[in-house]
């Protein structure tokens, strides 16, 4: 690997570490970061699952005020992200790298949709407190343990997804369930990769730097969350999100 590919892989960790952390949109920066260094797109997915975890380590370190009094409601939801992240993973593994690269615009697509789309954070959170009070909904595990299986298999905007569960699903600030959605989101991330780091090939070169630029943003995630213009960030990478399926869609299908 060229010193100029290391540093590209570092600042897009730093990218993704950041809007990972802030807004669940990481995959969709290291993702093609790491297929502009020439990686397969299975070895890509795999090596970026490992270094997504360094993500939720900075980000989680950064969290504690706003996890405060959140353990009981954490327990369930890092249990279904746990089993849900193994179910992907294991998923991933046994679909065929030609399936895989078949599949992968159509998730970066949708997942360009969904970020797209998605409601603001502060609406939703209203709509979840005036649904369910001070209770937090039956189908609210459920959710977030097939949000983790998509995560476990291939991650872009499970971020996302999950925020908006969780905003909707508990009625908590912005801060607060973006804490939590970190919390399991890397939860489900970490027995994913350990899942990769023993049955499949990590591309170590690749991962090093990713992660590294990736922890460095996600410990800056959390200090940026209330003041990012997140609704600007969310559509540019959207689009980019668009332009990147469609690329590998005329690659994947001609």
């Not at 270094?51 to 009981?72: D, H, K, M």
């Not at 890092?78 to 993973?89: D, E, I, P, Q, R």
């Not at 979840?128 to 001070?134: E, K, T, W």
């Not at 990769?196 to 990713?210: G, H, K, Q």
């Amino acid at each position: 690997m060229s010193v100029l590919e290391w540093l590209l892989l570092v600042a897009a960790g730093v990218g993704a570490g950041l809007t990972g952390s802030i807004a669940g949109l990481a995959s969709l920066v290291s993702y093609p970061a790491l297929l502009a260094t020439g990686l397969p797109p299975v070895t890509a997915n795999v090596t970026n699952t490992v270094a997504l975890v360094l993500t939720s380590v900075g980000s989680v370190s950064a969290s504690r005020p706003e996890l405060a009094g959140q353990g009981r409601r954490l327990v369930p939801l890092v249990v279904a992200g746990v089993l849900g992240g193994t179910a992907g993973a294991l998923l991933l593994l046994v679909t065929p790298a030609e399936a895989f690269e078949r599949l992968v615009p159509v998730l970066i697509g949708a997942a360009a949709l969904a970020i797209l789309l998605q409601r603001p954070p502060a609406e939703l959170a209203a709509e979840g407190r005036r649904a369910h009070g001070a209770r937090d909904p039956w189908w609210l595990v459920a959710l977030t343990g097939l949000i983790a299986v998509y995560g476990g298999y291939f991650g872009a905007a499970a971020g996302v997804l999950l925020l908006a569960t969780v905003l909707l699903g508990t009625g908590e600030a912005l801060a607060r369930s973006n804490a939590l959605k970190n919390v399991v989101l890397g939860s489900a991330n970490a027995v994913a990769a350990v899942g990769f780091i023993v049955l499949a090939d990590v591309a170590w070169s690749a991962a090093l730097p990713l992660a590294l630029g990736c922890l460095v943003g996600g410990r800056l995630g959390p200090r940026v969350v209330r003041r990012a213009p997140q609704a600007l960030l969310r559509r540019l990478i959207a689009v980019a999100g668009l332009a990147l399926a469609v690329v590998l869609a005329v690659d994947a299908y001609r």
